[in-house]
């Protein structure tokens, strides 16, 4: 039987239309601290601070990834839908 009572997630979901934007904030999110935390250490090591140097290249990082995301989106929904048999 379904739960009726209201819960915080239900309390605070969003509209529905604002759907790739949601989808291109946490894509952007994860990929962006993902890519920073192997970068900086590729880069300039694990030592010493390592998570201020990640942070501060998630800084730059995330927003220029959200943006990307959303940009690049729609093209990868149809070059899935070109190649993916129905």
């Known amino acids: 039987m379904r739960n009726l009572q209201p819960t ?3 309390d ?3 509209p529905v239309r604002i759907t790739p934007f949601v989808f291109a904030f946490f894509m952007s ?3 962006a601290m993902l890519m920073c935390l192997v970068i900086v250490a590729a880069s300039t090591g694990m030592a010493g601070d390592y998570a ?3 942070l ?3 800084k730059l990082a995330m927003p220029v990834a959200f943006v ?3 940009i690049v989106r729609p093209i990868v929904v149809k070059l899935v839908a070109a190649t ?3």
Request: charged share 20%.
């Open 8 to 10: 915080f997630w239900s």
């Open 84 to 86: 993916v048999r129905q």
């Open 68 to 70: 990307c995301v959303l």
């Open 29 to 31: 999110s994860i990929m």
């Open 12 to 14: 605070i979901r969003i």
């Open 56 to 58: 501060r290249a998630y």
């Open 52 to 54: 201020m140097r990640v």
